[in-house]
């Protein structure tokens, strides 16, 4: 497989082009539990609220987001995508609020402030 191309979970090769990066959600979007273990339904909503994913492959022009990264993104700002009944969202590297990765420095500023 060449640079950029990835096997996801065992589906066809894709490669993304540019600065798309190909994430998976963590959890669901249906209800969710506080810290205190609160469930909170899915129809409680308050304001917009940024939600985590996993990359499972990035475009070439992407400059901070690695396989493996997680990253935070607006849901609104989100193209969904189904690869062999999994879905993905495509997003581009601009529309990632953080990543959150072993290699990131402390201190550093981030992306696109």
Known sequence: MDAGSTDI????????????????RDGGEGERRSTAGIVIPATASVGRRLSWATAVAVGPAVRNIEDGDR???????????????????????????????????????????
């Not at 979970?9 to 990066?21: K, N």
């Not at 420095?105 to 981030?110: D, F, H, L, N």
């Open 9 to 24: 979970d065992g589906a066809l090769p894709i490669r993304l082009l540019h600065d798309r990066v190909l994430v998976r």
């Open 71 to 113: 990253v935070l993104f607006d849901p609104d700002e989100r193209a969904e995508v189904e690869l062999h009944g999994k879905e993905f969202v495509l997003l581009r590297e601009r529309d990632v609020h953080a990543v959150a990765a072993s290699r990131v420095e402390p201190g550093s500023t981030g992306l696109y402030l």
